[in-house]
């Protein structure tokens, strides 16, 4: 909703690609050059393997006026500055799934040319998609770990969630909307009261109470030390990524 969908181009190699750009009213091409002729903030959303290939045939377009944000996973700073002209603004994001409902939780990092007044733009864009802030670099392999890839871990909850709903006799998709709704109204407390999830947990839980008996048997389970080595799993594969 920040800008107009007419000020937006959108390349990509197949029409395919690029229908869901022409229904939002965005204009689009098959050729890049275009768009960094054409645009002065261009961001690179393309596979890590093919991201070289662009970067080459976008550099000899890419001046001092342009701000390229990659949003390619495993690649760093270092490389997008040392394949584009040593001028160019860079900045690095990382997003995750909720951004298309405008929920996401997004952090970014700027390259060495990249000033306050182009973090600041490309923090205003990205916050009509959910949270965004700015982190040193090293942080955004954890951020995958936590939030990128976390998104997917929160659905196995979900899931789980609404299966032991079933399991004691409610119908399925009642459960799915009451367990969404769970972690929805959970998440926005956390958002808004600032205090510790702990704190919260102990608030829920009675003397003697229904709550107590269940968190006993999901610390039984070792949740809490199994959600922490997904999340050291996920951000050690980041890091091994960004490696290859």
Known sequence: GKVPASNILASAPSDKNLDAWRELGCRTTHCNLEVVHRSTLVFLATKPHILPGVL???RPAVGSHHIVVSLVAGVTIQTLQRL????TKVLRIMPNLPCVVQAGAMVFSRGSNAGDEEAALLKSLLSSCGLCEEVPESYIDIHTGLSGSGVAYVYLFAEAL?????????????ASRIAAQTLLGAAKMLLETGEHPAKLRGDVCTPGGTTIYALHQLEKGALRATVMDAVEAATNRACDMAKD
């Open 56 to 58: 080459q045939e976008i």
């Open 84 to 87: 584009l002209p040593p001028w």
């Open 162 to 174: 609404a299966e032991g709903a079933v399991k004691m006799g409610m119908p399925g998709a009642l």
